[in-house]
């Protein structure tokens, strides 16, 4: 087999490469340079010798970095075949293995300036000998895993790699540690051993014990976590560089602790040291919060050192404690005003007063504290200012109460605590200002318990439609100004106004309007109109949505008929009406007129039915037609006998006849008649046409006054 690079040209470079890093950051080394190159301090105690064999060139200490040298320190060993034909070198460590020891490592890389697999076969290896046996604990030669080198002074190596070796078997017993180069054959091509980092790790048997002085706390409780550090007393090693981490779960929150020592940003207790059966205590107090995520929370207690622990299963302990659970269920209804804790009403009537109850229930199984249930009232209940907060105690004794609050501004209702099984209600006496559907909704928004739900509640108040309609009747003249007599034959005007206080529009409007039987209705001259703000008004002929009854004196008009929709709230939307009539009433006759409206009749309700019906009246005056005529006769009984002559000293009748064609008698009538220059009172007689024709001598006649 041939070579891969010729050697000339591998001896001038090898040569030109090696005297570079010799002159530079390396020195040949003596046994002990070497020693204390590649043994960490805390094993360089159980090194009792080192022997090197081979060249002075062969054994040297370097401090440049090249592929991952040095692994620990500043300086690592090359033990190389030196350019001698057969050329080899030994470095030799005697070590004490303590007792307790269980690994020793060291870190090793495997160079060589012969080509990959080549036929001269250079090798390294590393073998421990207790006197009886040997072990071969590494092994590398040209056919290793070889990649390019970088930085060694050779062309290929090994990559870097820690051998890891079980030294319990020779605990307490001497052992001697042989690191070998060998060159096969040929000269001036150099292979070679990197050594560092040698290290012999001892045992210690470290445990922690982690206890909570409250597994079941309440929410703002301080607790105390008890955190023990041991090194065992079957421990063969003082444990050094002990760390304790103790990462307080989410539940709580820290608040001190016993020892500097412990870092609460990071988590960690620096213990220090333990010496066999040593231990060591930290006490960590913490605050539980409010609003945990969880039912439990658990504290690890996690132990580490820098010796080797054999025993693992002590090293982590862990404490748990258990969140207070606390789960709210909501019941919204609504009570009547009578009696709140009275039974539940689905249906209220506008402008009345109504109980909104909210009821929240304790499920447990931990009292629940600080709960907050937000219960904004719904548009169109409106608080009073009245409220209570109760406490039930199951025995249905209400205790008003001192552990509960309302704001009307937020709706939050605070309750400082409810045990578990206990219920605590809110009322809220409100009015109801507006109809339709009033849904009150209440939620859990905080307690300071785990829980698995926050608890939700509706209820849904029925306001049907309203419309207080009320009707206002005057009895007026035709010039528009209220009456209270008026004479026989007359124009009497019925004015009504009809009008809607809502708050809803009045779906079905229809005004009746009760006159005297018999009174003759002049439509021509009546006239409606629809709102306060239009001046326009429609002359009752032009309608078609009203009758009258004259035989009954019975006006009917359906205004939201005549609307063509319902009749809108609002004193701007008032209906009225002048109907005007022949006053046919008299003798002093009171004539009494009744108007009404019923918006009830489909179906909605008048929160007010006092104004829904109004009535005026007027007095009809007494009237009579008198009448009188004049005449002369000859015989006062005989109407037969009337003259227009009458000769000079001759008797004659002067006849008076009063009439009255009514409707009424006329009571104290008077009559005068002075007689004229030339006729000469003598008598007179009275007779009354009651059917008899009956003259009377009267003395009724005052003939100086002719009264």
Same mark, same amino acid.
């Given at each position: 087999?041939?070579?891969?690079?010729?050697?000339?040209?591998?001896?001038?470079?090898?040569?030109?490469?090696?005297?570079?890093?010799?002159?530079?950051?390396?020195?040949?080394?003596?046994?002990?340079?070497?020693?204390?190159?590649?043994?960490?301090?805390?094993?360089?105690?159980?090194?009792?010798?080192?022997?090197?064999?081979?060249?002075?060139?062969?054994?040297?200490?370097?401090?440049?970095?090249?592929?991952?040298?040095?692994?620990?320190?500043?300086?690592?060993?090359?033990?190389?075949?030196?350019?001698?034909?057969?050329?080899?070198?030994?470095?030799?460590?005697?070590?004490?293995?303590?007792?307790?020891?269980?690994?020793?490592?060291?870190?090793?890389?495997?160079?060589?300036?012969?080509?990959?697999?080549?036929?001269?076969?250079?090798?390294?290896?590393?073998?421990?000998?207790?006197?009886?046996?040997?072990?071969?604990?590494?092994?590398?030669?040209?056919?290793?895993?070889?990649?390019?080198?970088?930085?060694?002074?050779?062309?290929?190596?090994?990559?870097?790699?820690?051998?890891?070796?079980?030294?319990?078997?020779?605990?307490?017993?001497?052992?001697?540690?042989?690191?070998?180069?060998?060159?096969?054959?040929?000269?001036?091509?150099?292979?070679?051993?990197?050594?560092?980092?040698?290290?012999?790790?001892?045992?210690?048997?470290?445990?922690?014990?982690?206890?909570?002085?409250?597994?079941?706390?309440?929410?703002?409780?301080?607790?105390?976590?008890?955190?023990?550090?041991?090194?065992?007393? %079957?421990?063969?090693? &003082? +444990? /050094?560089? $002990? @760390?304790?981490?103790?990462? #307080? !779960?989410? =539940?709580? *929150?820290?608040?001190?602790?016993?020892?500097?020592?412990?870092?609460?940003?990071?988590?960690?207790?620096?213990?220090?040291?333990?010496?066999?059966?040593?231990?060591?205590?930290?006490?960590?107090?913490?605050?539980?919060?409010?609003?945990?995520?969880?039912?439990?929370?658990?504290?690890?207690?996690?132990?580490?050192?820098?010796?080797?622990?054999?025993?693992?299963?002590?090293?982590?302990?862990?404490?748990?404690?258990?969140?207070?659970?606390?789960?709210?269920?909501?019941?919204?209804?609504?009570?009547?005003?009578?009696?709140?804790?009275?039974?539940?009403?689905?249906?209220?009537?506008?402008?009345?007063?109504?109980?909104?109850?909210?009821?929240?229930?304790? %499920?447990?199984?931990? &009292? +629940? /504290?600080? $709960? @907050?249930?937000?219960?904004? #009232? !719904?548009? =169109?209940? *409106?608080?009073?200012?009245?409220?209570?907060?109760?406490?039930?105690?199951?025995?249905?004794?209400?205790?008003?109460?001192?552990?509960?609050?309302?704001?009307?501004?937020?709706?939050?209702?605070?309750?400082?605590?409810?045990?578990?099984?206990?219920?605590?209600?809110?009322?809220?006496?409100?009015?109801?200002?507006?109809?339709?559907?009033?849904?009150?909704?209440?939620?859990?928004?905080?307690?300071?318990?785990?829980?698995?739900?926050?608890?939700?509640?509706?209820?849904?108040?029925?306001?049907?439609?309203?419309?207080?309609?009320?009707?206002?009747?005057?009895?007026?003249?035709?010039?528009?100004?209220?009456?209270?007599?008026?004479?026989?034959?007359?124009?009497?005007?019925?004015?009504?106004?009809?009008?809607?206080?809502?708050?809803?529009?009045?779906?079905?409007?229809?005004?009746?309007?009760?006159?005297?039987?018999?009174?003759?209705?002049?439509?021509?001259?009546?006239?409606?109109?629809?709102?306060?703000?239009?001046?326009?008004?429609?002359?009752?002929?032009?309608?078609?949505?009203?009758?009258?009854?004259?035989?009954?004196?019975?006006?009917?008009?359906?205004?939201?008929?005549?609307?063509?929709?319902?009749?809108?709230?609002?004193?701007?939307?008032?209906?009225?009406?002048?109907?005007?009539?022949?006053?046919?009433?008299?003798?002093?006759?009171?004539?009494?007129?009744?108007?009404?409206?019923?918006?009830?009749?489909?179906?909605?309700?008048?929160?007010?039915?006092?104004?829904?019906?109004?009535?005026?009246?007027?007095?009809?005056?007494?009237?009579?037609?008198?009448?009188?005529?004049?005449?002369?006769?000859?015989?006062?009984?005989?109407?037969?006998?009337?003259?227009?002559?009458?000769?000079?000293?001759?008797?004659?009748?002067?006849?008076?006849?009063?009439?009255?064609?009514?409707?009424?008698?006329?009571?104290?009538?008077?009559?005068?008649?002075?007689?004229?220059?030339?006729?000469?009172?003598?008598?007179?007689?009275?007779?009354?046409?009651?059917?008899?024709?009956?003259?009377?001598?009267?003395?009724?006649?005052?003939?100086?006054?002719?009264?």
């Amino acid at each position: 087999m041939q070579k891969n690079i010729p050697k000339g040209l591998l001896m001038i470079s090898l040569t030109f490469l090696f005297t570079l890093t010799i002159a530079g950051a390396a020195f040949a080394a003596t046994g002990d340079e070497v020693t204390n190159a590649i043994v960490t301090p805390n094993t360089l105690p159980f090194v009792n010798s080192n022997s090197t064999n081979g060249g002075g060139d062969q054994f040297v200490v370097s401090t440049t970095p090249a592929q991952g040298f040095p692994t620990n320190g500043s300086s690592y060993a090359n033990i190389n075949t030196g350019n001698d034909a057969e050329s080899s070198a030994k470095f030799t460590l005697n070590l004490t293995i303590p007792q307790g020891a269980k690994t020793l490592s060291f870190d090793w890389m495997y160079a060589t300036n012969e080509g990959s697999q080549a036929y001269f076969n250079d090798w390294a290896r590393a073998d421990i000998t207790d006197g009886t046996s040997t072990q071969n604990i590494l092994y590398a030669d040209t056919y290793s895993n070889l990649v390019l080198a970088q930085g060694l002074g050779y062309y290929y190596a090994t990559p870097t790699q820690k051998a890891i070796i079980d030294v319990s078997p020779y605990a307490g017993r001497s052992i001697r540690l042989d690191f070998s180069v060998y060159d096969a054959w040929d000269t001036d091509v150099t292979s070679a051993l990197f050594i560092d980092n040698l290290h012999i790790v001892p045992e210690a048997d470290v445990s922690v014990v982690n206890d909570v002085d409250d597994n079941t706390p309440a929410i703002g409780q301080m607790i105390k976590y008890t955190i023990r550090a041991y090194n065992n007393l %079957n421990s063969l090693n &003082t +444990a /050094t560089g $002990v @760390t304790v981490i103790d990462a #307080l !779960p989410d =539940g709580v *929150t820290f608040d001190h602790a016993s020892s500097a020592d412990y870092d609460s940003a990071n988590d960690v207790w620096n213990v220090g040291t333990l010496l066999p059966g040593e231990m060591k205590i930290l006490y960590i107090w913490a605050t539980v919060n409010a609003h945990p995520t969880s039912t439990s929370y658990t504290n690890t207690a996690i132990i580490s050192g820098n010796e080797h622990d054999w025993n693992l299963t002590n090293n982590n302990e862990s404490e748990t404690i258990y969140s207070p659970v606390a789960n709210i269920t909501l019941a919204n209804e609504f009570r009547n005003s009578d009696n709140w804790d009275g039974g539940s009403i689905t249906t209220a009537h506008y402008l009345s007063n109504v109980w909104a109850i909210v009821k929240a229930h304790n %499920n447990g199984p931990d &009292t +629940a /504290t600080n $709960v @907050t249930i937000q219960d904004m #009232l !719904p548009a =169109g209940l *409106t608080n009073t200012d009245n409220w209570y907060s109760v406490s039930y105690d199951g025995g249905l004794t209400w205790t008003n109460g001192p552990d509960g609050s309302y704001n009307f501004g937020t709706g939050n209702w605070t309750i400082n605590s409810i045990a578990s099984g206990a219920e605590c209600w809110l009322a809220i006496w409100t009015k109801v200002t507006t109809t339709g559907d009033k849904i009150n909704q209440a939620a859990v928004t905080q307690l300071d318990q785990y829980y698995t739900t926050l608890g939700t509640a509706s209820a849904t108040l029925q306001v049907p439609s309203e419309a207080d309609v009320a009707v206002n009747k005057t009895w007026e003249n035709t010039s528009g100004s209220p009456i209270t007599n008026a004479n026989y034959l007359d124009t009497v005007v019925s004015h009504i106004i009809v009008t809607n206080s809502g708050p809803d529009n009045a779906n079905s409007v229809v005004l009746t309007d009760h006159l005297p039987a018999g009174f003759q209705l002049n439509a021509a001259q009546s006239y409606v109109r629809y709102g306060q703000l239009d001046s326009s008004r429609w002359n009752l002929t032009d309608c078609t949505d009203w009758s009258y009854d004259q035989a009954t004196g019975l006006f009917t008009w359906n205004i939201t008929k005549h609307l063509g929709d319902a009749m809108y709230s609002g004193l701007a939307n008032a209906c009225e009406v002048w109907l005007y009539f022949t006053n046919t009433a008299h003798n002093n006759t009171q004539v009494l007129n009744t108007a009404e409206v019923d918006p009830q009749s489909s179906g909605q309700y008048d929160p007010n039915t006092s104004n829904n019906v109004a009535t005026s009246f007027y007095t009809a005056n007494a009237a009579a037609n008198v009448g009188i005529t004049k005449e002369f006769r000859t015989d006062y009984q005989n109407s037969t006998s009337t003259t227009t002559t009458a000769n000079y000293h001759t008797l004659i009748w002067a006849m008076v006849h009063v009439t009255n064609e009514g409707p009424d008698a006329v009571d104290g009538l008077h009559v005068t008649d002075i007689l004229p220059e030339g006729l000469t009172y003598l008598n007179e007689y009275f007779v009354s046409h009651d059917g008899g024709l009956t003259w009377t001598t009267a003395d009724i006649y005052n003939a100086t006054t002719g009264v």
